[in-house]
């Protein structure tokens, strides 16, 4: 086990019986990319490429779930800034994905860009599953969102996206949160 995937089994990072089911499938993803980030830290040369790619593959996905259904549902229920800064740091992400996916993995600074990527990435979800998660938890537990309604939404929006990529090569429009937006914000 790796200095990131042992944190998927310890408190609010484990996946609990009575997270709703949105927390539940969330949290998963979380633990993959904690694994996959492990890998990338062990792998060098030409063996970090194809994890670099599935972990923007991934990531891409992953946050526009999060943006197009997960964030507006839980602004109204706990309020705009834990959900704004989640938007920014994912906007921060995409600028060092976009960069990645542009080299092939012979350039210098490769590995230093998909390490820096895993620490803002490891950051964040640390972030949204102790605390974003809970407040979304306790939210539900109040009847402000129903989190396993959001959760069938984002099953249903990630396989649709999962199936363009495989169809297109590519995730396709898009309803993320607006750059320009986060720029002037």
């Known amino acids: 086990m790796g200095k990131f995937s042992e944190r998927n089994d310890q408190g609010h990072h484990a996946?609990?019986?009575?997270?709703?089911?949105a927390l539940r499938l969330l949290k998963d993803e979380h633990h993959v990319f904690r694994r996959l980030f492990d890998q990338a830290e062990a792998a060098s040369g030409q063996a970090l490429v194809p994890i670099a790619q599935e972990l923007c593959l991934r990531l891409g996905v992953h946050m526009t779930i999060e943006e197009e259904i997960l964030y507006p549902?839980?602004?109204?229920?706990?309020?705009?800034?834990?959900?704004?800064?989640?938007i920014v740091e994912h906007h921060a992400?995409?600028?060092?994905?976009?960069?990645?996916?542009?080299?092939?993995?012979?350039?210098?600074?490769?590995?230093?860009?998909?390490h820096v990527l895993g620490e803002e990435t490891i950051?964040?979800?640390?972030?949204?599953d102790e605390d974003l998660f809970e407040d979304a938890k306790a939210a539900h537990a109040e009847g402000k969102v129903d989190l396993d309604?959001?959760?069938?939404?984002l099953r249903t929006r990630q396989a649709a996206l999962y199936d363009q990529i495989a169809r297109d090569g590519e995730m396709g429009e898009t309803d993320e949160a607006d750059v320009e937006e986060i720029r002037t914000a």
């Open 123 to 128: 950051h964040h979800i640390d972030e949204e």
């Open 73 to 86: 549902a839980l602004k109204p229920a706990i309020g705009p800034d834990e959900v704004n800064e989640g």
């Open 149 to 153: 309604a959001v959760g069938e939404q």
């Open 15 to 21: 996946i609990g019986e009575d997270d709703p089911l």
């Open 93 to 114: 992400g995409k600028l060092l994905i976009a960069e990645i996916e542009q080299l092939d993995g012979t350039e210098e600074l490769y590995k230093s860009k998909v």
